[in-house]
């Protein structure tokens, strides 16, 4: 152990509140300890895929990683948003082509969505059980989620009775969420755990690194490849018309061999309009419902459910869904000059995200582990970020007249230009080989404006703690505050 | 050939699904439906009008399979037509849960409902209190809907409606010959018939539009039944009990149960309450009998008792009932030719 005097600290002054402590060149007048690494996480999208992918990184993490910092960044929020329009039905295409890892995602999601029916909160998170009919005009084999649904059975005669042009199908229960209700939801739950929302259109990752985000985390669905070109993304512009038909609790789609999915007839009851829909048309990218659509999906409909005669109809809406080959869902470590930003995507849902949102959120949550894992590695740590520091050699000397200890620590101060967003000094402990870590993080009060309304105050100020497992110290050389 | 003048008391569903099947296929009966009570203030009106039949002890096993499968085959095509939602007709889907696995699994109306399965293992999870349980798809028939799009069916067979309160059938002679009984809990004064009894049913309506299946116990004291506008939830099978004011204490229960049940049931908003008195009786009367009025023999046509299985038997016994009317027209003629 050595001390250098101009750059030692002591420990018991700089934890009282109104102390000041200098070290080096940097003054607390506050401090706030955690233990270990510190992350913040930017997500760009406030879809279902980004709220949830901020959901479940919280859930993994908030208690490993800390502080962990979540953001959401979008120009869109609900009720705006691809997923506030869709019925809400979980069901993927029929098959899944030897996707399996689709397939295992859409059953987590399943029996993820199953189990929140416990509760009635479910109600709150727009989630609730309907029964319904997938209608073929000739047989087919068995869907790949036969085994994940409830109740899946074939249809008896008589039911294919009720849908003449139709005579093959199944029957089973499934789950609905609907977008309008579960954004809300998540977003408030985000927002009581400090995750801060900015209505923003981010126009590059680079962006977001240089204000300081450690890992962005990429939900920008349909419009993915304005932030990195993706010839495999591309729109599949849906129309839908939301009835008034109380009386309908079943769901109806159909399937045609020569039309692609979901531009054949079918009809949502949710819990309080039904939405009817069939229309699929790739690289079309307007948002505006027309006409044409609107009679084709209302005349097919009135054909398959002739009581939709009798309904009132209360809108129109149409959309994008964000249609690619497969699903991106992985790691990038992009380079930007000296730069190294590490970015997870998460897009590329098409017409199943909400089926699909919580296995991958949790499969991206699993990706950002591994960015974890390699930063817990302080050393390590340092190395993708250390242009935003300069590291100093500073000790940190707990003491009493009969002993002192002192505890090597690094320095770090960030550089750049202020931005808006928060702005923070800290410490980490130097050297793997330390048995106690301590970590002193202090975060500053956000500079500038910022136009959301969204945005919550800054995070709380904590206790700081230290973990000092072989020290025994006397009472007046430590003071926890 | 003279006009026969038939006249049917009661104006719930047995009665007007009897008239409307007598006006429609006799067109040269002139047919008068009279009731004291007509809709929104008849049992039918607060059934919730799950189409789900028991087994009568006395009735031969083939004239119950045919009561349930007319009734259903009628409602089907309703519910399949455009018609369905002023009607009050709709397909509904749920499951029927069990404690203790029942002696018959697979009862005789099973048969006639759509897609009658038993329920897999990760659907009874959903229900730890049930070991068995039923699934398929059957009519839900709102009568609030159904007895005024019935009246509508009546009025264009040429049916005339009177609303009167009837002491007697005797009161009836002059002006008809042939009656229909349709008078449910009332035959018990009105032909003195001891045998028929009210079993108390309470039920809420709650307003929970996310669901979209029935969920009943078997023992038939709890159940969820989603319709057009609200949720019938209940309820309580109170043999002898006369009282028509809903009960503080059923209402808890209810809630209580059915939010075992299904756990977003509690966070429901409750509509309305509703107490109705089952017309039960061991067996419904279905059969025609010749009555002494005054100095008269009249042929009377009895369709009531049918606890609460009205909605789910009212077309299938109110064609037994055509038939029975027919016999005694048949009858009639033949005494006129003597």
Redesign the interface.
Same mark, same amino acid.
């Given at each position: 152990m050595s001390t250098s005097p101009e750059q030692s600290l002591v420990l018991s002054s700089c934890l009282r509140p109104s102390a000041h402590v200098t070290a080096g060149t940097v003054e607390f007048p506050e401090v706030v300890s955690c233990d270990r690494v510190y992350m913040r996480v930017a997500v760009i999208g406030a879809g279902v895929i980004g709220l949830a992918t901020a959901q479940s990184i919280y859930e993994q993490y908030h208690s490993i990683v800390s502080p962990l910092t979540i953001e959401v960044y979008a120009d869109r929020f609900t009720p705006l948003t691809t997923s506030d329009g869709a019925a809400g039905l979980w069901q993927p295409y029929l098959y899944d082509k030897g996707n399996v890892e689709e397939t295992e995602w859409n059953k987590q999601t399943f029996d993820y969505m199953?189990s929140c029916?416990?509760? &009635?909160e @479910?109600?709150q998170m727009g989630i609730?059980?309907? @029964?319904g009919y997938n209608l073929c005009t000739e047989p087919a084999p068995d869907p790949s989620f036969k085994d994940i649904v409830?109740?899946f059975?074939q249809?008896?005669e008589?039911?294919l009775q009720?849908f003449p042009g139709y005579n093959y199908g199944w029957?089973n229960?499934a789950v609905?969420v609907e977008g309008k209700t579960y954004l809300p939801w998540l977003m408030d739950w985000l927002q009581k755990r400090g995750v801060i929302f900015y209505q923003r259109k981010i126009e590059s990752f680079k962006e977001l690194a240089e204000t300081g985000a450690d890992v962005i985390i990429n939900c920008t669905g349909v419009r993915s490849g304005e932030l990195q070109p993706d010839p495999e993304l591309k729109p599949g512009r849906g129309q839908i018309v939301k009835v008034d038909? &109380?009386?309908?609790?079943?769901w109806i789609i159909t399937h045609s061999l020569t039309e692609r999915v979901y531009n054949s007839p079918y009809i949502i &009851?949710g @819990?309080?309009l039904v939405t009817i829909g069939g229309i699929f048309q790739l690289e079309n990218w307007s948002e505006q419902s027309n006409i044409t659509d609107h009679k084709k999906i209302w005349e097919d409909a009135c054909q398959l459910e002739? @009581?939709l005669?009798?309904?009132r109809i209360v809108e129109d809406w149409a959309g994008l869904r964000p249609v690619r080959s497969k699903v991106r869902l992985e790691r990038e470590t992009i380079q930007s000059g000296a730069t190294t930003i590490e970015v997870i995507h998460n897009y590329g849902h098409g017409g199943f995200g909400l089926t699909i949102h919580r296995g991958c959120a949790q499969e991206a949550a699993r990706l950002f582990g591994q960015i974890v894992e390699k930063d817990k590695n302080p050393t390590a740590r340092f190395g993708p970020l250390s242009q935003f520091y300069s590291s100093r050699c500073v000790f940190l000397i707990l003491g009493s007249r009969s002993w002192r200890v002192g505890f090597p620590l690094s320095f770090g101060r960030r550089r750049g230009p202020p931005s808006p967003g928060p702005t923070r000094c800290g410490w980490t402990p130097a050297g793997p080989g330390l048995l106690s870590q301590l970590a002193v993080h202090r975060r500053l009060q956000q500079l500038g404006g910022n136009s959301s309304s969204t945005r919550t105050e800054p995070g709380v100020m904590r206790a700081p703690t230290l973990a000092i497992p072989l020290l025994v110290p006397r009472p007046k050389a430590l003071v926890a505050v | 050939m003279k006009s026969v003048r038939v006249v049917v008391v009661g104006a719930g569903v047995i009665g007007f699904s009897t008239a409307v099947c007598i006006a429609e296929a006799l067109p040269f009966c002139s047919v008068t439906l009279l009731a004291e009570k007509f809709s929104p203030d008849t049992t039918s009106d607060g059934a919730a009008g799950i189409l789900f039949a028991a087994e009568f002890p006395d009735i031969p096993l083939e004239r119950q399979k045919r009561w349930f499968k007319y009734s259903f085959d009628h409602l089907l095509a309703i519910a399949?037509?455009? $018609?369905?939602?002023?009607a009050?007709v %709709?397909?509904?889907?749920g499951w029927q849960l069990f404690r203790d696995i029942p002696a018959d699994k697979k009862p005789f109306w099973s048969e006639f409902v759509?897609?009658f399965?038993v %329920?897999?293992d990760?659907?009874l999870k959903?229900f730890p209190d049930h070991t068995f349980g039923q699934?398929f798809?059957t009519i839900k028939c709102e009568c609030s809907s159904y007895l005024p799009w019935l009246e509508k069916s009546f009025r264009k067979a040429g049916g005339l409606v009177e609303q009167r309160k009837l002491n007697s059938l005797e009161e009836l002679i002059n002006s008809y010959d042939i009656i229909i009984n349709c008078s449910g809990l009332g035959s018990k004064t009105l032909v003195g018939d001891n045998k028929v009894y009210p079993v108390r049913g309470q039920v809420l309506k709650v307003e929970a539009?996310?669901?979209? $299946?029935f969920i009943r116990d078997g023992d038939g004291k709890t159940y969820i039944y989603?319709g057009? $506008?609200s949720v019938t939830v209940g309820g309580t099978r109170q043999e002898g009990d006369w009282r028509l004011q809903a009960d503080e204490g059923d209402t808890k229960g209810i809630l209580e149960r059915c939010s075992r049940l299904e756990?977003?049931i509690?966070?429901a908003k409750v509509l309305s309450k509703w107490v109705g008195l089952r017309p039960s009786r061991t067996n419904p009367r279905v059969e025609k009998e010749l009555v002494r009025l005054q100095s008269r023999m009249v042929p009377v046509v009895h369709n009531y008792g049918h606890g609460g299985w009205g909605v789910t038997l009212a077309w299938g016994t109110a064609l037994d009932a055509l038939g029975l009317v027919r016999q005694c027209l048949h009858e009639t003629r033949l005494q006129a030719n003597l």
């Open positions: 199953l029916l416990r509760s &009635p @479910s109600i609730f059980l309907q @029964s409830l109740g059975r249809l008896t008589r039911e009720m029957f229960t609905m038909a &109380p009386w309908l609790k079943h &009851p @819990s309080r002739p @009581s005669k009798h309904a | 399949q037509s455009k $018609h369905s939602p002023e009050g %709709m397909l509904s889907s759509i897609g399965r %329920m897999t990760s659907e959903r699934a798809t539009p996310w669901l979209k $299946h989603p057009i $506008h756990p977003s509690s966070k």
